[in-house]
């Protein structure tokens, strides 16, 4: 009997490459997005499904709020994914996480399904040890840090059966990541920019792998305790590794003269100090400056347990894509393209 999972924010980036995955391994998809917001057309380099076809994804144009209506559509969902966020500002963290947290536990109740989320490493504050842990002491300081560690607790005690699964920062799959928006930004003029030291190593998430992991977690659910948390080791990575994988590419694609390096420059954070005190989204990046300083890792070894091997595409691939999904590459090289948009059927 094939399984159904229900995506709350399935228009964005985690979300759709969670509804890409669960569809690619079988799943009936069900994405909830705003109403009357326009459902996303798969980007090129998406996995096709057997037989060259696109993934299918039944768009559910409610409100999250809506907690009754949102079941009745989603009847049969024994998942469902926690893929929302709110505008990246401390304001709107501390406003609109905690609902958030309750409408996606409120409709989970109603289903009686396991609540899967992202999580991500800032429970744990700047004194992290290098090597992070499940069971790791979480001792945030900044004020998102406060609300991941709030949030997850809202959720175990919420008498609802969830699953986090923490991860570093996010590259592939669109828009709105460090990655696109300052990393590669420039990459076409030659220019690599990177928000911390060269020889800092910090924890990157490939989405897709993420998005297969959740997959591969969401099939074991009836093994987990009431409330579980893993971690996803992604990749490790330092400035040093990133000009290895992204420089091949740049003198590839042209954007290089044969032989000549990526111009490596940092994030101008001074600027950024200057400008945090009127902008509360440059406070808010200025405040997790930190994660670019300490060198961090994720340690899978209760997920390996759980699934096997962690889904992982190698960083050279990774990044190639991550740029063909930007628009950004001229040529993809070793690409299944999915032809056409998803098959959304936008239930009001």
């Given at each position: 009997?094939?399984?159904?999972?229900l995506?709350?924010?399935?228009r964005?980036?985690?979300?759709?490459a969670?509804?890409?995955?669960?569809?690619?391994?079988?799943?009936?998809?069900?994405?909830?997005?705003?109403?009357?917001?326009?459902?996303?057309?798969?980007?090129?380099?998406?996995?096709?499904?057997?037989?060259?076809?696109?993934?299918?994804?039944?768009?559910?144009?409610?409100?999250?709020h809506?907690?009754?209506?949102l079941?009745?559509?989603?009847?049969g969902?024994?998942?469902?994914?926690?893929?929302?966020?709110?505008?990246?500002?401390?304001?709107?963290?501390?406003?609109?996480?905690a609902?958030?947290?309750?409408?996606?536990?409120?409709?989970?109740?109603?289903?009686?399904?396991?609540?899967?989320?992202?999580?991500?490493l800032?429970?744990f504050?700047?004194?992290?040890?290098?090597?992070?842990?499940?069971?790791?002491?979480?001792?945030?300081?900044?004020?998102?840090?406060?609300?991941?560690?709030?949030m997850?607790?809202?959720?175990?005690?919420?008498?609802?059966?969830?699953?986090?699964?923490?991860?570093?920062?996010?590259?592939?799959?669109?828009?709105?990541?460090?990655?696109d928006?300052?990393?590669?930004?420039?990459?076409?003029?030659?220019?690599?920019?990177?928000?911390?030291?060269?020889?800092?190593s910090?924890?990157?998430?490939?989405?897709?792998?993420?998005?297969?992991?959740?997959?591969?977690?969401?099939?074991?659910?009836?093994?987990?305790?009431?409330y579980?948390?893993?971690?996803?080791?992604?990749?490790?990575?330092?400035?040093?590794?990133?000009l290895?994988v992204?420089?091949?590419?740049?003198?590839?694609?042209?954007w290089?003269?044969?032989?000549?390096?990526?111009?490596?420059?940092g994030?101008?954070?001074?600027?950024?100090?200057?400008?945090?005190?009127?902008?509360?989204?440059?406070?808010?990046?200025?405040?997790?400056?930190?994660?670019?300083?300490?060198?961090?890792?994720?340690?899978?070894?209760k997920?390996?347990?759980?699934?096997?091997p962690?889904?992982?595409t190698?960083?050279?691939?990774?990044?190639?894509?991550?740029?063909?999904?930007?628009?950004?590459?001229?040529?993809?090289?070793?690409?299944?393209?999915?032809?056409?948009?998803?098959?959304?059927?936008?239930?009001?």
């Amino acid at each position: 009997m094939q399984s159904t999972v229900l995506i709350l924010g399935a228009r964005g980036r985690f979300g759709l490459a969670a509804a890409h995955a669960f569809a690619e391994a079988g799943w009936r998809v069900l994405g909830q997005i705003r109403p009357g917001a326009v459902a996303p057309i798969p980007v090129a380099s998406r996995t096709a499904l057997p037989g060259g076809e696109a993934p299918v994804i039944e768009w559910l144009g409610l409100d999250l709020h809506d907690t009754q209506a949102l079941a009745r559509a989603a009847q049969g969902a024994t998942v469902v994914v926690h893929a929302l966020n709110p505008a990246y500002t401390n304001k709107a963290w501390q406003r609109q996480v905690a609902p958030l947290m309750d409408a996606a536990i409120a409709v989970t109740r109603v289903l009686d399904a396991t609540l899967m989320v992202p999580g991500n490493l800032y429970n744990f504050g700047a004194a992290m040890p290098a090597l992070l842990r499940e069971d790791t002491p979480q001792v945030a300081r900044t004020v998102k840090g406060q609300v991941r560690v709030a949030m997850e607790a809202q959720l175990q005690r919420s008498g609802v059966r969830g699953v986090v699964i923490r991860a570093g920062d996010f590259f592939g799959s669109g828009q709105g990541t460090w990655f696109d928006t300052v990393i590669v930004k420039d990459i076409r003029k030659g220019v690599f920019t990177y928000p911390g030291p060269r020889d800092v190593s910090t924890a990157w998430a490939y989405l897709p792998d993420l998005a297969r992991t959740f997959v591969a977690v969401a099939r074991q659910r009836a093994t987990l305790q009431p409330y579980e948390v893993f971690h996803f080791a992604g990749h490790r990575i330092t400035v040093q590794r990133w000009l290895d994988v992204l420089t091949p590419v740049a003198q590839a694609q042209g954007w290089l003269k044969p032989g000549a390096p990526l111009h490596w420059g940092g994030l101008p954070w001074g600027i950024i100090r200057v400008g945090a005190l009127f902008r509360p989204t440059w406070a808010a990046l200025l405040e997790m400056r930190y994660l670019w300083h300490v060198p961090h890792a994720l340690a899978n070894d209760k997920l390996t347990a759980l699934i096997g091997p962690e889904p992982h595409t190698p960083l050279a691939q990774a990044a190639q894509t991550a740029l063909a999904d930007l628009g950004l590459m001229a040529t993809v090289p070793n690409r299944n393209p999915v032809a056409g948009q998803d098959r959304a059927a936008v239930v009001q």
